[in-house]
Each structure stands twice: as structure tokens, then as C-alpha cells.
T-cell receptor, first 114, second 114 residues
């Protein structure tokens, strides 16, 4: 079945470091891809999304490109801040039996040191 | 525009009891999905409702049920609670059930079963 695999955490970086969180997916058809972020004690918030191959989603300095050839949607940021500390979830949505469903990766906890 | 609201935010129950959680979607959103989040299992899809109809269901026992009202508000019910039902229950709404739509999450209801 369809699935999302993201890198294991936790990931600990110093402020202003470059960030990459890997995400690969398995899907039949043409899914949409998302990155969500969860701050402590809160629900998930959409960070960025891409709905077709080669689309680049971007928000708050984060970027991810929908790569169909490598079935990947890696999250990157050039210079992280302490406020970026959170759990990041990669997800895909696709059609299943005439209804849409979202599948989440296991989440990657990111901690940024001042 | 108000976000997704969930009530109650925290709940403590004992084994064998039942519980009802409520979710009010963003105004105009017709799709509501429910998720269970635990440290061990991550985010797991429970079910999705669109225009009062259950469109999709995850792999949860029949003790978990839900419904959606004509105003798109949704409730989920868990009967005969077990210790393993302790989790953060997240509700998300979207405009439609298109796979390109963003899901907007509420802050969750944290359920503790003793």
C-alpha cells in the first residue's frame, strides 16, 4: 500500500545551520504532498505543499520539491532558528476507493540549539 | 476566520467508560477527518466525513465511531474505553475532499484512560 518514510529523529542542529529532512513516498497514481509542523502542545499546521511533479512548495524559509523520479519530497531550510524546534510530518494524499485519504510519515523531531 | 475548535481539550476517564469528543470545522469546510496520535503509533487515521457521510475509515475497532451533522460539526465516540485509547485525538477540516486541499487541524483533545 501507499506509504511515507521520513528520516528518524531527533535531529539536533545549531542555530543558522542548514536543515534537510528526508521524505520518500510510495504511491500509485498522482498524490499531493505536504509538510506539516507540530509545535509543543498544539495541533498540526500546514508548512507547505506541492500538488504535482516538479512543483516547489515554500513557506517561512522552508522549501520542498516534488520529485516524481525519485519519489521524494525533502524539506530544506538554509538557516534554522530556535523557533523552528518542532516535530515535522511529511504526508501524502491520494484517492482510495473513491475517497481521499491522507497518510503521514512517523514525524521527525527537530531541536535547534542557540 | 476562526480555526478548527475541539472540545474538551483534556479528558480523564476510566476503563469501560465511553467518551464523546466534538469538533467544529472552519466555517464553510465540509470535510472533517479524525486522527489518533500516540508516541508509539504516531498519527493514525480514524475516519473522514464529507457532507454527513463517512467516506473513509481507518483500521480501528468498532468501538470507535463518529458522525457529522448538517452544519459540518462532527463528533467521535469511543465506547468501552481501554488503557490503550489514551492519546491525543486530532480533528482536521478541509473545504472539500479533493486530494489537493489542505487539512486544517484543531489543537486536539488529550484523553487519558485510567
Amino acid at each position: 500500500g501507499d506509504s511515507v518514510t521520513q528520516m528518524e529523529g531527533p535531529v539536533t542542529l545549531s542555530e543558522e545551520a542548514f536543515l534537510t529532512i528526508n521524505c520518500t513516498y510510495t504511491a500509485t497514481g498522482y498524490p499531493s504532498l505536504f509538510w506539516y509542523v507540530q509545535y509543543p502542545g498544539e495541533g498540526l499546521q500546514l508548512l507547505l505543499k506541492a500538488t504535482k511533479a516538479d512543483d516547489k512548495g515554500s513557506n517561512k524559509g522552508f522549501e520542498a520539491t516534488y520529485r516524481k523520479e525519485t519519489t521524494s519530497f525533502h524539506l530544506e531550510k538554509g538557516s534554522v532558528q530556535v523557533s523552528d524546534s518542532a516535530v515535522y510530518f511529511c504526508a501524502l494524499t491520494a484517492w482510495y476507493s473513491s475517497a481521499s485519504k491522507i497518510i503521514f510519515g512517523s514525524g521527525t523531531r527537530l531541536s535547534i540549539r542557540p | 476566520k476562526a480555526g478548527v475548535t475541539q472540545t474538551p481539550r483534556y479528558l480523564i476517564k476510566t476503563r469501560g467508560q465511553q467518551v464523546t469528543l466534538s469538533c467544529s470545522p472552519i466555517s464553510g469546510h465540509r470535510s472533517v477527518s479524525w486522527y489518533q496520535q500516540t508516541p508509539g503509533q504516531g498519527l493514525q487515521f480514524l475516519f473522514e466525513y464529507f457532507s454527513e457521510t463517512q467516506r473513509n475509515k481507518g483500521n480501528f475497532p468498532g468501538r470507535f465511531s463518529g458522525r457529522q451533522f448538517s452544519n459540518s460539526r462532527s463528533e467521535m465516540n469511543v465506547s468501552t474505553l481501554e488503557l490503550g485509547d489514551s492519546a491525543l485525538y486530532l480533528c482536521a477540516s478541509s473545504l472539500s475532499d479533493s486530494i489537493q486541499e489542505t487539512q486544517y487541524f484543531g489543537p486536539g483533545t488529550r484523553l487519558l484512560v485510567l
